[in-house]
């Protein structure tokens, strides 16, 4: 019950957050153009994941979510590179890893803390493969919430908050789904506190 609570909360507090709306037209901050640039990538790893699921996944409900996680971020994605585009955010690619370490540390977050620390080569072949999918996904997506909360307390660009927003709503509702998943399918309950707070 604490754990349903307290994903409730964080939720309610980050789209409120985002309740705040900001000109369309605002300059970019700091935060703007590190979340655009990270989520990208952050975005691209979760792609991989659950392209392996559509393919190995051994439930229809975890093919279905997976093929939803690559619809959508794949739109984001397109969406976060025009932005970038238009607001001349320099892309991670010109900057290499550096630009990664600072942009987390622009968004509060370690790579643990923002989920981008996960090696992959663990899920293809995974037996039970969902299960491990879940492992690996929840705390992914927990970090994309760490990400949006960053950057629509500190953000201007409306559009990228609106991404932001998005993400929250998105991503909550499939780490709820993919742990109620693990509970009735393995008989485990996720780790406490696994849920962002800020």
Do not use: C
Not at 6 to 21: D, K, N, Q, T
Not at 73 to 102: C, F, K, W, Y
Not at 163 to 173: F, H, K, L, N, T
């Amino acid at each position: 019950m604490k754990l349903v609570l307290r994903s409730a909360a964080v939720v309610l507090s980050v789209a409120a957050l985002g309740g705040v709306s900001s000109a369309s037209g605002a300059m970019a901050t700091k935060t703007d153009g590190a979340f655009a640039r990270q989520m990208q990538a952050h975005h691209s790893m979760a792609i991989q994941m659950a392209m392996m699921a559509t393919e190995e996944g051994e439930h229809k409900a975890v093919r279905s979510t997976a093929r939803n996680i690559v619809k959508r971020q794949r739109h984001e994605i397109d969406r976060l590179m025009r932005i970038a585009e238009r607001r001349d955010i320099a892309p991670s690619a010109t900057h290499g890893n550096t630009q990664t370490v600072d942009d987390l540390a622009t968004l509060g977050l370690t790579r643990r803390k923002a989920g981008m620390h996960t090696d992959m080569t663990g899920l293809h072949g995974a037996n039970p493969f969902d299960r491990r999918f879940i492992e690996m996904m929840v705390p992914h997506h927990e970090g994309a919430l760490r990400m949006a909360s960053a950057e629509l307390k500190r953000g201007k660009v409306g559009e990228l908050r609106a991404i932001a927003r998005s993400i929250v709503e998105s991503q909550a509702e499939e780490i709820r789904q993919m742990k109620k998943w693990r509970a009735t399918w393995y008989g485990s309950q996720p780790r406490e506190g696994s849920v962002p707070t800020r």
